[in-house]
Protein backbone atom coordinates (compact mmCIF):
# COMPACT_ATOMS: atom_id res chain seq x y z
CA UNK A 1 0.00 0.00 0.00
CA UNK A 2 1.13 3.80 -0.07
CA UNK A 3 3.12 5.47 3.07
CA UNK A 4 1.76 8.17 5.28
CA UNK A 5 2.38 11.50 3.64
CA UNK A 6 2.69 12.77 7.48
CA UNK A 7 5.32 10.83 8.54
CA UNK A 8 7.09 10.91 5.62
CA UNK A 9 6.58 14.94 5.56
CA UNK A 10 7.28 15.24 9.06
CA UNK A 11 11.02 13.10 9.10
CA UNK A 12 11.79 15.24 6.11
CA UNK A 13 10.51 18.84 7.96
CA UNK A 14 12.44 17.68 11.01
CA UNK A 15 15.67 16.16 8.86
CA UNK A 16 16.23 18.91 7.33
CA UNK A 17 15.38 17.87 3.46
CA UNK A 18 12.42 17.44 1.11
CA UNK A 19 9.94 14.85 -0.12
CA UNK A 20 9.82 15.04 -3.86
CA UNK A 21 6.39 15.79 -4.95
CA UNK A 22 6.75 14.40 -8.77
CA UNK A 23 3.31 15.21 -10.91
CA UNK A 24 2.72 12.08 -13.34
CA UNK A 25 1.05 12.24 -16.88
CA UNK A 26 0.89 8.85 -18.03
CA UNK A 27 2.29 5.12 -17.36
CA UNK A 28 6.16 5.48 -18.55
CA UNK A 29 6.25 8.75 -15.57
CA UNK A 30 5.12 6.42 -12.92
CA UNK A 31 7.68 3.82 -13.89
CA UNK A 32 10.19 6.30 -14.49
CA UNK A 33 9.33 8.38 -10.79
CA UNK A 34 9.74 5.10 -8.78
CA UNK A 35 12.56 3.65 -10.53
CA UNK A 36 14.73 6.99 -9.45
CA UNK A 37 13.32 6.95 -6.17
CA UNK A 38 14.25 3.40 -5.72
CA UNK A 39 17.97 4.09 -7.37
CA UNK A 40 18.01 7.02 -4.65
CA UNK A 41 16.47 5.04 -1.90
CA UNK A 42 14.54 7.61 -1.31
CA UNK A 43 10.75 8.38 -0.57
CA UNK A 44 8.43 9.56 -3.51
CA UNK A 45 5.15 11.58 -3.74
CA UNK A 46 3.47 10.72 -6.99
CA UNK A 47 1.50 13.62 -7.93
CA UNK A 48 -1.64 13.95 -9.92
CA UNK A 49 -3.89 17.01 -11.05
CA UNK A 50 -7.28 17.19 -11.75
CA UNK A 51 -6.03 17.47 -15.67
CA UNK A 52 -3.64 14.65 -15.39
CA UNK A 53 -6.53 12.66 -13.71
CA UNK A 54 -8.95 13.62 -16.69
CA UNK A 55 -6.59 12.44 -18.89
CA UNK A 56 -5.45 8.93 -17.43
CA UNK A 57 -8.93 8.07 -15.81
CA UNK A 58 -9.41 8.25 -12.74
CA UNK A 59 -9.22 4.44 -11.89
CA UNK A 60 -6.31 4.23 -14.30
CA UNK A 61 -4.24 6.50 -12.15
CA UNK A 62 -5.17 4.80 -8.70
CA UNK A 63 -4.43 0.90 -10.57
CA UNK A 64 -0.65 2.32 -11.91
CA UNK A 65 0.53 4.08 -8.86
CA UNK A 66 -0.98 1.50 -6.74
CA UNK A 67 1.58 -1.00 -8.63
CA UNK A 68 3.97 1.03 -8.55
CA UNK A 69 3.96 1.00 -4.69
CA UNK A 70 3.86 -2.22 -4.25
CA UNK A 71 6.36 -3.13 -5.94
CA UNK A 72 8.82 -0.47 -4.88
CA UNK A 73 11.12 -1.24 -1.88
CA UNK A 74 10.87 2.63 -1.01
CA UNK A 75 7.59 4.49 0.41
CA UNK A 76 5.60 5.60 -2.25
CA UNK A 77 2.31 8.17 -2.29
CA UNK A 78 -0.53 9.24 -4.09
CA UNK A 79 -1.37 12.47 -3.70
CA UNK A 80 -4.28 14.51 -5.26
CA UNK A 81 -2.66 17.74 -6.63
CA UNK A 82 -4.24 21.10 -6.34
CA UNK A 83 -7.79 19.75 -5.76
CA UNK A 84 -10.41 22.38 -6.71
CA UNK A 85 -13.12 21.52 -4.73
CA UNK A 86 -14.98 19.62 -1.64
CA UNK A 87 -16.13 17.02 -4.58
CA UNK A 88 -12.60 16.16 -6.29
CA UNK A 89 -11.75 15.46 -2.80
CA UNK A 90 -14.24 13.19 -2.21
CA UNK A 91 -13.29 11.44 -5.47
CA UNK A 92 -10.23 11.40 -4.93
CA UNK A 93 -10.51 9.98 -1.20
CA UNK A 94 -12.94 7.22 -2.84
CA UNK A 95 -10.55 6.07 -5.62
CA UNK A 96 -7.68 5.38 -2.72
CA UNK A 97 -5.49 8.26 -2.78
CA UNK A 98 -3.18 8.39 -0.09
CA UNK A 99 -3.36 12.24 0.44
CA UNK A 100 -4.67 15.19 -1.02
CA UNK A 101 -4.45 19.20 -1.58
CA UNK A 102 -7.49 21.06 -1.33
CA UNK A 103 -6.32 24.54 -3.01
CA UNK A 104 -8.88 27.08 -2.04
CA UNK A 105 -6.42 29.55 -2.42
CA UNK A 106 -8.03 31.87 -4.83
CA UNK A 107 -11.49 32.33 -1.98
CA UNK A 108 -10.85 35.01 0.30
CA UNK A 109 -9.18 33.74 4.05
CA UNK A 110 -12.13 32.77 5.98
CA UNK A 111 -13.30 30.96 2.95
CA UNK A 112 -10.29 28.95 1.82
CA UNK A 113 -9.86 28.49 5.99
CA UNK A 114 -14.13 26.96 5.61
CA UNK A 115 -13.23 24.37 2.46
CA UNK A 116 -10.23 23.19 3.76
CA UNK A 117 -11.59 22.40 7.52
CA UNK A 118 -14.18 20.56 5.65
CA UNK A 119 -11.43 18.57 4.22
CA UNK A 120 -9.47 17.71 6.67
CA UNK A 121 -12.47 17.09 8.57
CA UNK A 122 -13.37 14.30 5.68
CA UNK A 123 -9.77 13.36 5.26
CA UNK A 124 -7.92 12.90 9.06
CA UNK A 125 -10.34 10.24 10.22
CA UNK A 126 -9.59 7.89 7.36
CA UNK A 127 -6.04 8.55 7.62
CA UNK A 128 -5.63 10.83 4.59
CA UNK A 129 -3.44 14.13 5.15
CA UNK A 130 -4.16 17.10 3.88
CA UNK A 131 -2.12 20.09 2.49
CA UNK A 132 -3.53 23.60 1.90
CA UNK A 133 -2.44 26.63 0.11
CA UNK A 134 -2.36 29.96 0.59
CA UNK A 135 -1.48 33.21 -1.09
CA UNK A 136 -1.99 32.50 -5.34
CA UNK A 137 0.70 30.30 -6.73
CA UNK A 138 0.97 31.86 -10.48
CA UNK A 139 1.34 30.45 -13.47
CA UNK A 140 0.09 27.40 -14.89
CA UNK A 141 -0.64 23.82 -14.04
CA UNK A 142 -2.71 22.31 -16.83
CA UNK A 143 -5.80 23.30 -16.35
CA UNK A 144 -5.10 25.96 -13.28
CA UNK A 145 -3.44 29.25 -14.68
CA UNK A 146 -2.95 32.02 -12.61
CA UNK A 147 -2.10 35.28 -13.84
CA UNK A 148 1.09 37.03 -13.04
CA UNK A 149 -0.28 40.31 -11.96
CA UNK A 150 -3.12 38.53 -9.50
CA UNK A 151 -0.65 36.13 -7.76
CA UNK A 152 -0.45 37.04 -4.20
CA UNK A 153 2.43 35.80 -1.50
CA UNK A 154 1.62 34.29 1.78
CA UNK A 155 1.31 36.42 5.03
CA UNK A 156 2.53 34.81 7.77
CA UNK A 157 -0.40 35.80 10.07
CA UNK A 158 -2.47 34.36 7.81
CA UNK A 159 -0.58 31.30 7.92
CA UNK A 160 -0.68 31.14 11.94
CA UNK A 161 -4.19 31.52 11.78
CA UNK A 162 -5.00 29.25 8.44
CA UNK A 163 -2.52 26.51 10.27
CA UNK A 164 -3.90 26.58 13.68
CA UNK A 165 -7.93 26.49 12.48
CA UNK A 166 -7.15 24.00 9.77
CA UNK A 167 -4.89 21.63 11.62
CA UNK A 168 -3.39 20.84 7.70
CA UNK A 169 -0.19 18.52 7.60
CA UNK A 170 1.35 20.54 5.04
CA UNK A 171 1.06 24.05 3.65
CA UNK A 172 1.81 25.37 0.16
CA UNK A 173 2.52 29.15 0.89
CA UNK A 174 3.34 31.01 -1.60
CA UNK A 175 6.59 32.83 -1.54
CA UNK A 176 7.06 33.76 -5.01
CA UNK A 177 7.92 30.39 -7.10
CA UNK A 178 5.67 30.22 -10.26
CA UNK A 179 4.00 26.85 -12.47
CA UNK A 180 5.49 26.14 -15.47
CA UNK A 181 8.52 27.46 -17.46
CA UNK A 182 10.12 31.16 -15.61
CA UNK A 183 10.78 34.33 -16.93
CA UNK A 184 14.21 35.23 -15.72
CA UNK A 185 14.97 34.34 -12.51
CA UNK A 186 12.73 33.33 -9.76
CA UNK A 187 12.52 36.17 -6.79
CA UNK A 188 11.68 33.85 -3.96
CA UNK A 189 10.99 35.35 -0.59
CA UNK A 190 13.64 33.93 1.76
CA UNK A 191 12.91 36.28 4.53
CA UNK A 192 8.36 35.78 4.17
CA UNK A 193 9.84 31.59 4.34
CA UNK A 194 11.56 32.16 7.83
CA UNK A 195 8.42 34.26 9.04
CA UNK A 196 5.77 31.69 7.90
CA UNK A 197 7.74 28.55 9.32
CA UNK A 198 8.32 30.25 12.59
CA UNK A 199 4.40 31.53 12.69
CA UNK A 200 3.24 27.71 11.63
CA UNK A 201 5.74 25.52 12.29
CA UNK A 202 4.19 23.17 9.47
CA UNK A 203 5.68 21.31 6.52
CA UNK A 204 5.98 23.99 3.54
CA UNK A 205 5.73 22.77 0.85
CA UNK A 206 7.63 24.83 -2.19
CA UNK A 207 5.07 24.53 -5.86
CA UNK A 208 6.75 25.55 -8.89
CA UNK A 209 9.90 23.55 -8.23
CA UNK A 210 11.00 23.23 -11.98
CA UNK A 211 13.39 25.88 -12.66
CA UNK A 212 14.78 27.25 -9.59
CA UNK A 213 18.38 27.45 -9.12
CA UNK A 214 19.53 24.91 -7.34
CA UNK A 215 21.13 26.82 -4.75
CA UNK A 216 17.77 28.70 -4.24
CA UNK A 217 15.75 25.01 -3.52
CA UNK A 218 18.44 24.04 -0.63
CA UNK A 219 18.04 27.15 1.05
CA UNK A 220 14.49 27.35 0.92
CA UNK A 221 14.76 23.74 1.82
CA UNK A 222 17.49 25.06 4.97
CA UNK A 223 14.61 27.24 5.80
CA UNK A 224 11.44 24.60 6.15
CA UNK A 225 10.53 23.27 2.83
CA UNK A 226 9.58 19.35 3.17
CA UNK A 227 7.85 18.64 -0.18
CA UNK A 228 9.24 20.51 -3.41
CA UNK A 229 6.54 19.81 -6.29
CA UNK A 230 8.26 19.35 -10.06
CA UNK A 231 6.32 18.37 -13.41
CA UNK A 232 7.73 20.98 -16.12
CA UNK A 233 11.09 19.78 -15.85
CA UNK A 234 10.13 16.65 -16.48
CA UNK A 235 7.83 17.20 -19.03
CA UNK A 236 10.24 18.81 -20.74
CA UNK A 237 12.94 16.25 -20.55
CA UNK A 238 10.17 13.74 -21.86
CA UNK A 239 9.34 16.07 -24.81
CA UNK A 240 12.63 17.04 -25.73
CA UNK A 241 14.11 13.66 -25.95
CA UNK A 242 11.34 12.15 -28.22
CA UNK A 243 11.03 15.59 -30.60
CA UNK A 244 14.88 15.07 -30.80
CA UNK A 245 14.42 11.09 -31.59
CA UNK A 246 11.64 11.39 -34.16
CA UNK A 247 13.74 14.10 -36.30
CA UNK A 248 16.95 11.90 -36.17
CA UNK A 249 14.66 8.71 -37.25
CA UNK A 250 11.78 9.60 -38.95
CA UNK A 251 10.51 6.27 -40.16
CA UNK A 252 10.41 5.39 -36.35
CA UNK A 253 6.40 4.04 -36.11
CA UNK A 254 7.20 2.27 -32.99
CA UNK A 255 6.06 4.37 -29.85
CA UNK A 256 8.19 2.50 -27.68
CA UNK A 257 10.68 3.15 -29.42
CA UNK A 258 10.90 6.72 -28.63
CA UNK A 259 9.08 6.52 -25.32
CA UNK A 260 11.69 4.18 -23.33
CA UNK A 261 14.24 6.70 -24.34
CA UNK A 262 11.99 9.95 -23.10
CA UNK A 263 10.96 7.36 -19.68
CA UNK A 264 15.06 7.03 -19.14
CA UNK A 265 15.42 11.15 -19.35
CA UNK A 266 12.84 11.15 -16.82
CA UNK A 267 14.48 9.10 -14.66
CA UNK A 268 17.50 10.46 -14.53
CA UNK A 269 15.88 14.09 -14.25
CA UNK A 270 14.12 12.66 -11.05
CA UNK A 271 17.04 11.25 -9.87
CA UNK A 272 18.84 14.40 -9.84
CA UNK A 273 16.05 16.20 -8.29
CA UNK A 274 15.84 13.47 -5.02
CA UNK A 275 19.37 14.21 -4.79
CA UNK A 276 19.29 18.08 -4.55
CA UNK A 277 15.74 18.01 -2.08
CA UNK A 278 18.47 15.46 0.00
CA UNK A 279 15.81 12.79 0.01
CA UNK A 280 18.26 10.29 -1.16
CA UNK A 281 19.24 7.40 1.05
CA UNK A 282 16.52 8.40 3.76
CA UNK A 283 15.02 4.40 3.26
O1 LIG B 1 1.70 21.30 -8.29
C1 LIG B 1 2.56 21.09 -9.17
C2 LIG B 1 3.85 21.76 -9.13
O2 LIG B 1 3.76 22.93 -8.43
C3 LIG B 1 4.60 21.75 -10.44
O3 LIG B 1 5.21 22.96 -10.83
O4 LIG B 1 5.45 22.35 -13.23
O5 LIG B 1 6.48 24.39 -12.31
O6 LIG B 1 7.40 22.16 -11.71
P1 LIG B 1 6.20 22.97 -12.09
ZN1 LIG C 1 1.52 23.38 -7.79
Not at 146 to 170: C, H, I, N, Q
Not at 224 to 230: D, H, M, S, T
Request: hydrophobic content about 40%; glycine content about 8%.
Amino acid sequence: GFASFRTIVRDAFEHGYAVGHININNLEFVQAIVDAAEAEEAPVILGVSEGAIKYMGLDYTVALARTAAERAKVPVMLHLDHGSSFEWVVRAVRAGFSSVMIDGSHLPLEENIRLTQRVVELCHPLGIDVEGELGRIGGTDDDLTVDERLATLARPEDAEKFVSSTGVDALAAAIGSAHGRYKGRPQLDFDRLVAIRRATNTPLVLHGGSGIPDEDVVRAISLGIAKVNINTENQEAFTATVRALLQKNPDVYDPRKYLAPARDAIKETVRAKLRLLGSSHRV
